[in-house]
């Protein structure tokens, strides 16, 4: 018998704190540096696009269908996050969706 989903407890052994916290939780109103992968620097050029808050890049997230790479290529574009920032935004962003919608 199986005590625990492996899938689940590897995400969760490669993941950050920041990512667990945000996934733990609804969004609620949080701040868009809640998210995995966006700290102060790339969280100021996001607000300054207009994506001040997690849902709002939700949002886009899910215009994009959750697709990895068209969401990843956007915020590299938008806020100039590198590869790794993009993807840890994607997982955050995609585990919380399995969670929560």
Known sequence: MKWFDTKSFNSMATTSQKHRQF????????????????????????AQEGYDKAYVVLGQFLVLKMNKKLFVEWLMDICGANAWQAECCHTCLHNWCEAFL
């Open 23 to 46: 996934v733990s939780e609804p969004m609620g109103d949080k701040h868009v540096s809640a998210l995995a992968g966006i700290k102060d620097v790339l969280a100021l050029r996001l």
